[in-house]
């Protein structure tokens, strides 16, 4: 059994995670400890408190308990606030109070673009534009090229969580760019699991989302791969290696 531990803030599409771990098999266990948003708004002095060491700190024990053996910050926007360097002093922090190996949705979406071996990207965000601009910096800064931006305004996690399926279809066709070779969905408030398959159908090339490649970070840090189709073709990578 390996057990992946997350830190989600608040409460809008955390049962994509439920869905994801009856998608990876019997030998997979998906822990998931909710942290203090505090105020819910796309800004970034609130977004830097809601990714603080304090608010982090306070989950952490949980996931010990539960016998997690990594954790991921899954919230995309409370960690490239910080930028690049300031991210990974955040990782750093968590790994240093959880005694495991750690990570974020921030570096997720830029390990699993190189996972896919593409280079080129296009982002649709439900944050407002300059929230956005951050995390296509932060993307650049890991090697990644920003074909094409799309921002939706939306000012709070709790309003993302009510977008559905043609939503979700929506915002990823707007931000599709030819040039792209993948389109990545930032938001871990927005649910996306469920179209995976769709969206990628739709697009006709990988789609990253902040719950997939959230979890696959997980798998990632505990040296896992594992071929579940159903969760977009980051989750048909080969070498197929089950530990």
Not at 65 to 88: I, K, R
Not at 164 to 174: F, I, K, P, Q, Y
Not at 178 to 197: F, I, M, R, S
């Amino acid at each position: 059994m390996t057990a992946l531990g997350f830190l989600y803030p608040g409460h809008s599409a955390e049962d994509d995670y439920p869905r994801i771990e009856q998608l990876l098999g019997s030998d997979i266990r998906v822990d998931l400890v909710h942290t203090e948003i505090g105020e819910d708004a796309h800004r970034v002095a609130a977004l830097r408190e809601t990714g603080s060491a304090e608010r982090l700190g306070a989950g952490v024990e949980r996931l010990r308990l539960a016998g997690a053996e990594t954790v991921v910050w899954a919230c995309t926007s409370g960690g490239f606030v910080y930028g690049w360097q300031g991210a990974q002093d955040q990782v750093r922090t968590l790994a240093r109070l959880a005694g495991m190996p750690a990570s974020s949705t921030s570096f997720a979406f830029v390990h699993a673009a190189r996972e896919l071996g593409v280079r080129r990207v296009a982002v649709g965000a439900t944050y407002p534009e300059d929230i956005t601009a951050l995390f296509a910096e932060f993307l650049r800064a890991g090697g990644l090229e920003v074909t094409s931006v799309r921002s939706s305004g939306v000012l709070t996690a709790a309003e993302a969580g009510t977008w559905g399926e043609e939503d979700v279809l929506t915002l990823a066709r707007a931000a599709d760019d030819a040039g792209a070779e993948a389109v990545l969905l930032p938001d871990t408030a927005l649910h996306t699991v469920a179209y995976l398959g769709l969206l990628e159908k739709s697009l006709s090339k990988p789609v990253l989302t902040a719950n997939q490649v959230t979890v696959w970070e997980g798998l990632r840090l505990a040296d896992r791969r594992v071929n579940a189709p159903e969760l977009g073709a980051l989750f048909t990578r080969e070498p197929i290696v089950q530990v």
